[in-house]
């Protein structure tokens, strides 16, 4: 197959396009970086010339939610015009765990309206839901931060690695459309703040981690299950002990 991969220099985009690449399929890696641009328009005619599949794993550059708004719908509605004119046979794309519980949270909201168009367009699709990635630990402390304090709400969390995600979205593929989603979330269940002051200690970051049930997660309090499949969901093989190269409490990573 000829597989254009949409963020394809990125976390999980560069992972799926060295993984199917080595499966024998023809891999396309389109970002700006490579000169496909999806909010303008740029270069995808002719990255998509001959596509079978296409697999939207790009990213917003910020977060803040007319603009992670703006990008979604602009760039999923330029790509999804460009499919449809190059006859590709599947669209997959990747969104997040919990995004139709919490449309007040502007990311979640601008990932709800990406998929109402996946699924209001004319080709096949298939949807892959992930939670929140081990890469982004960091990330997502920084978010929470007030001073030296990291406030974390006691949710349940089931973080999960971008290789077991890049797997599914990969194995996705290269089958038939779905015409809906499957979830991924990672192997072990963990209360959101015992997992942070666990993996923050572990890197030897000072921040102190407080337990807050009022805590903000990227500008919402959340309820204990927002953030984890509700039903059945496929269970990702590396824990963040492996992941993260943790021995005896201290990290290679």
């Known amino acids: 197959m000829k597989i254009v991969v949409i963020g394809g220099t990125g976390l999980i985009g560069s992972k799926l396009?060295?993984?199917?690449?080595?499966?024998?399929?023809?891999?396309?890696?389109?970002?700006?970086?490579?000169?496909?641009?999806?909010?303008?328009?740029?270069?995808?005619?002719?990255?998509?010339?001959?596509?079978d599949v296409v697999i939207d794993v790009s990213n917003s550059p910020s977060f803040e939610d007319a603009a992670v708004l703006e990008f979604f719908e602009t760039s999923t509605g330029n790509l999804l015009a460009a499919?449809?004119?190059?006859?590709?046979g599947h669209h997959v794309a990747l969104s997040v765990v919990g995004t139709e519980r919490r449309p007040d949270i502007g990311y979640f909201r601008a990932k709800i309206a990406q998929e109402q168009l996946i699924e209001k367009s004319s080709i096949p699709f298939s949807l892959v839901h992930a939670t929140q990635f081990y890469e982004f630990v960091v990330r997502i402390a920084d978010e929470a931060t007030d001073g030296t304090t990291v406030r974390i709400a006691p949710v349940a969390f089931l973080p999960i690695a971008g290789d077991d995600v890049a797997r599914l979205v990969g194995r996705t593929a290269v089958g038939a459309p779905?015409?809906?989603?499957?979830?991924?979330?990672?192997?072990?269940?963990?209360?959101?703040?015992?997992?942070?002051?666990?993996a923050l200690a572990a890197r030897n970051d000072a921040r102190e981690v407080m337990t807050d049930p009022h805590a903000h997660y990227f500008g919402a309090e959340l309820k204990?299950?927002?953030?984890?499949?509700?039903?059945?969901?496929?269970?990702?093989?590396?824990?963040?002990?492996?992941?993260?190269?943790?021995?005896?409490?201290?990290t290679t990573a």
Not at 83 to 88: C, K, L, Q, W
Not at 232 to 246: F, H, N, P, R, S
């Open 178 to 198: 779905l015409g809906g989603r499957i979830e991924i979330a990672g192997p072990q269940q963990y209360r959101m703040d015992e997992f942070f002051r666990h």
């Open 83 to 88: 499919e449809a004119a190059a006859g590709v």
């Open 224 to 250: 204990d299950r927002d953030l984890v499949p509700v039903g059945d969901a496929v269970l990702g093989e590396i824990g963040y002990e492996q992941w993260a190269g943790l021995t005896a409490g201290r």
């Open 17 to 51: 396009v060295g993984g199917l690449g080595a499966r024998g399929h023809e891999m396309v890696a389109a970002s700006p970086n490579t000169g496909v641009n999806t909010l303008t328009g740029e270069g995808l005619a002719a990255a998509l010339t001959g596509a």
